[in-house]
């Protein structure tokens, strides 16, 4: 028996704690883990907006029509195994389901991971079916879990978006625009760019939220939404969608026209009150899916040393959001399913502090 968060497929604001049952014993050729800790911020969120769209609800099926279980990143063990290459009370780090336990049937099993092969998963993207043995992982720290919890899985994501529209030349803009400017992974895709080039980066944010985005130092202007009009209508320019907001996103489109080169959405930190961009002017909004632009480096420059690149650069940017007289995160931890209900809601209503990530243990 375990217990697991179904959030509503309609309103990711609404979920309730159910039983599940599991098989037991324990099949052949399967392990049993349980979640020990994980994050959850507005990745899950998008998660939940986009679970039909995206098929993430499809990772791990709820069997209640209308409700699903929010896949989330961090930390399990196992607790069962009929696996000969994997013991009792080995740390994993990987994709789970906001559940108490869940049964994995790996495949591929080496020194480093394993690939979950549960027949409803084949068919899902590889990228989330991949699964860490945190032993083998030169870069894991026990007292950093939380932090890698709460960053790893948005700057994955960070990164790649910053590698795109490198590699797409800017396609052609003098600067990049970024909504919801506070939220984790935009501040961590500005940062990246800033790596790489000294293209202008521009934030969007909410009054709230404009003088901890100020403070991040990241941007070269900030803005709220209610002065979207007031951008300059004649500069080349990407716009990265971090909120999904609809409106907003119409607003700028109109503003800026046949000036807006490239507009990606990659989150969806608010509520879309309405998603028809069929007639919006300038470039055509596009879904932002990190693992098509992972395929595509994983070709040309190798899956290792795409890792290597990303792990390095994601050790810079949690030494920085860490440290300093003025962290950009702080870590507050949450204990227990009921704990991380409340924290849907509260995500998925858009009542977040940026400055804290937070970090669900069981």
């Known amino acids: 028996m375990s217990r697991a968060l179904l959030t509503s497929m309609q309103d990711p604001a609404t979920s309730r704690l159910v039983a599940l049952d599991l098989p037991a014993p324990l099949p052949e050729g399967r392990v049993r883990v349980a979640v020990r800790r994980v994050s959850l911020t507005t990745n899950n969120v998008t998660y939940a907006l986009f679970g039909e769209r995206m098929q993430y609800w ?57 690939v979950d092969a549960t027949p409803h998963r084949a068919e899902l993207n590889a990228v989330y079916n991949r699964y860490q043995r945190c032993a083998a992982d030169p870069a894991y720290r026990v007292g950093d879990e939380g932090a890698l919890a709460v960053v790893q899985p948005l700057f994955g994501t960070a990164y790649l978006l910053a590698d795109f529209i490198a590699d797409n030349g800017f396609f052609g803009a003098r600067r990049v625009v970024f909504s919801s400017a506070s939220s984790k992974t935009a501040y961590a895709t500005a940062w990246c760019l800033r790596e790489a080039t000294d293209v202008p980066c521009l934030a969007l944010t909410s009054a ?30 990407v716009f990265c969608d971090f909120s999904g907001n609809a409106s907003q996103r119409e607003r700028l489109h109109r503003r800026l026209g046949d000036a807006l ?40 420059w190798g899956a290792p040393e795409l890792a290597r690149r990303v792990g390095e650069a994601q050790q810079r ?31 998925a209503q858009g009542r977040v502090d940026p400055s804290i990530g937070h970090v669900l243990a069981f």
């Not at 990143?73 to 789970?96: I, K, Q």
């Not at 490239?262 to 596009?286: C, K, M, W």
């Not at 940017?317 to 209900?341: K, S």
């Open 58 to 114: 499809r990772f791990f099926p709820s069997g209640e029509a209308g409700w699903g279980i929010v896949p989330v990143w961090g930390y399990a063990d196992v607790v069962a195994s009929t696996v000969p290459e994997l013991a009792v009370g080995e740390r994993l780090y990987g994709y789970w389901p906001l559940a108490k336990c869940v049964d994995l049937q790996p495949q591929r099993v080496s020194a480093a991971s394993f």
């Open 208 to 237: 709230a939220n404009a003088g901890f985005v100020q403070r991040l130092g990241l941007y070269d202007e900030v803005l709220d939404y209610a002065q979207i009009e007031s951008l300059a209508a004649d500069v080349p320019t």
């Open 261 to 300: 080169r490239y507009s990606a959405v990659i989150g969806a930190t608010q509520f879309a009150e309405r998603n028809d961009d069929a007639e919006l002017p300038g470039a055509h909004p596009i879904f932002f899916f990190a693992p098509d632009q992972a395929r595509v480096r994983a070709k040309s």
């Open 317 to 347: 940017f949690v030494q920085r959001a860490l440290g300093g007289p003025e962290p950009w995160l702080r870590l507050v931890e949450h204990r227990g399913l009921a704990a991380g209900g409340e924290l849907m809601r509260t995500l």
